[in-house]
């Protein structure tokens, strides 16, 4: 689901309580993230760039990428300081945009949200589900 808030009549406060996190958690992305990133997104390559989705899992001190395409599939994981254990589908070009801004988001309940630096111009909230072992 997408949602974007305009100025006017609709009303605002129903959506904006979902974006709301009780008891969050920061984490901070590394720098190298973008660059595993990068060669994640040549394996999620998709006619509609709406259909490329690489998986993002959190786990066990690691952060793992990891994406496929008829072309192969791709997985890379990297040391990531972290006791928290959850999961997250994402576009790819979405996640490079966002974190051309911000290189931390906030953990908690159930939710991974990422808010803009720039007097919060835009906010992103997806779902976090466990990762399989």
Same mark, same amino acid.
């Given at each position: ?31 190298? &993230? ?8 040549? &394996? ?8 490329? /989705? ?8 690691? /952060? ?15 040391? &990531? ?6 999961? &997250? ?19 908690? *309940? *159930? ?23």
């Amino acid at each position: 689901m997408a949602c974007r808030l305009y100025e006017g009549n609709y009303p605002a406060y129903k959506i904006k309580k979902n974006m709301r996190m009780k008891d969050g958690v920061a984490i901070a992305f590394p720098d190298k &993230f973008i660059e595993v990133l990068e060669r994640a997104w040549v &394996f999620a390559k998709r006619e509609d760039y709406l259909e490329e /989705i690489i998986e993002i899992t959190i786990a066990d001190k690691h /952060i793992t990428v990891k994406s496929d395409s008829p072309r192969g599939k791709f997985e890379e994981s990297m040391r &990531f300081d972290s006791d928290m254990d959850f999961t &997250f589908p994402i576009v790819p070009y979405l996640i490079m945009d966002i974190l051309k801004e911000v290189k931390s988001a906030i953990v908690g *309940n *159930n939710k991974l949200k990422f808010e803009s630096l720039k007097d919060s111009e835009w906010v992103y909230v997806t779902s976090l589900y466990k990762p399989e072992k």
